[in-house]
């Protein structure tokens, strides 16, 4: 899935680019908005199972069933006219729009059981393709604002030290972008423009995880020209969060090794954190990990 979602990014993004070029007649970018959307958003909830989400939407979902014990399924929505996707989840839903594509995926072996585990969103951040730096800077904080009003509550990941606000950007810009960004803190133009693609936002809500990544289109990279951006929206259920702490080679045995793992990134955290209070950075001790599966 991570793969076929890097495919659309790149496609899509090269398609802009390539679109960016000045029609000599005009004098203004040669690419044209999309249209509307087509039709009523495609409401997922992680869970379900991918047949019943195939049926729901006969004709726009296209299934890949491979030998390796996996279905993929995938909505394409035509670059002139985007789609729109609710996410499904009680108080927390909120719908995505400028979607490009849909990604998710079930297991047909062991974990059946849990359906889709996961989903992968590929979205424009407005209806034009083009747009100045700092306008998607703020439309993007805009589009956070609305998840953070959703009652998404903002993470940060388990190895990484609970920094906020400006202290998390210098941290980010100085270190590591793993750590990722702080969704209720507004970054200036220029810490923007060295945040490097890929970055993303992290949310938790109700058994849910959900990063929000960005991606800027590497050509059109000039601060005082317009620009393209995606967002990617990853969102899994908490069971396949924490497998992935377990590695591939022990992903059947996740539950057994969990408190293990979980305990070994804590001490990296807390070493990092010891470092960093040494140097008189604040550490942001309210911060609390959304809770992990308790296994009798």
Partial sequence: MVNIAALVIAAALLAISACSEKNPATNQPAIEARGPALSAPVSIHLGEMGPIFAKRYPGMV??????????????I????????????????????????ALLSSQDLGEFKG?????????????????????EARLVIHK???RILDAGWRPTTPRSRP??????????????????????????????????ENRTSWGFYADGVFMDVTFTRAPTLTDPTKPGAYILTYDLETANE??????????RSRWKEVLAQELAKVAAIRAQREAELRIKGIRIDDSYQDPPAPEFD
């Fill in 143 to 145: 589009i956070l604002g």
């Fill in 241 to 250: 969060y924490f497998r992935g702490f377990s590695g591939p080679d022990n």
């Fill in 62 to 75: 296209r299934v890949q069933h491979q030998p390796a014990g996996l279905d993929f399924y995938e909505i």
């Fill in 77 to 100: 929505w035509n670059s002139k006219n985007f789609g729109e996707v609710r996410i499904n989840h009680a108080k927390h839903s909120f719908i995505i729009e400028h979607v490009l």
């Fill in 114 to 134: 849990e359906g889709l585990d996961g989903f992968s969103i590929e979205a424009g951040i407005s209806s034009s393709e083009l747009i100045s730096h700092d």
């Fill in 162 to 195: 609970r920094l906020s606000g400006q202290d998390r950007i210098d941290y980010m810009l100085n270190n590591s972008s793993s750590i990722g960004l702080d969704a209720t803190h507004l970054p200036t133009f220029e810490e923007w423009m060295k945040i």
